[in-house]
Nanobody
Framework: QVQLVESGGGLVQAGGSLRLSCAAS????????MGWYRQAPGKQRELVAAITSAGSTNYADSVKGRFTISRDNAKNTVYLQMNSLKPEDTAIYYC????????????WGQGTQVTVSS
């Protein structure tokens, strides 16, 4: 069992930046990839970014060039640096960790709210 604790959400103006963190504990040996999903009101949860233990990354087209995912394997922590935020980035952001996170398979965090005002 993997436990994930997210932090770093909040309210920011359009054009601003936020950094999300997600720390994993428990059965961390089972973690290959980590990532972030988001879900806006009335919309399906979507993949934002993912990173493997080897450092390979995957981004949604809507955030490429603005968001950066990184990982500290020693701390079992994944980060999401979000720059040039837009109102459409407003959502609950969920951390995921496991073997195939790009398909939504893994352990989930509780979510952290990101609100971007125009």
């Amino acid at each position: 069992q993997v436990q994930l604790v997210e932090s770093g959400g909040g309210l920011v103006q359009a054009g601003g930046s936020l950094r999300l963190s997600c720390a994993a504990s428990g059965s961390i040996f089972s973690i290959n990839a980590m990532g972030w999903y988001r879900q806006a009101p009335g919309k399906q949860r979507e993949l934002v970014a993912a990173i493997t233990s080897a450092g390979s990354t995957n981004y949604a087209d809507s955030v490429k060039g603005r968001f950066t995912i990184s990982r500290d394997n020693a701390k079992n922590t994944v980060y999401l640096q979000m720059n040039s935020l837009k109102p459409e980035d407003t959502a609950i952001y969920y951390c995921i960790a496991g073997g195939w996170v790009t398909k939504g398979f893994g352990s989930w965090g509780q979510g952290t709210q990101v609100t971007v005002s125009s």
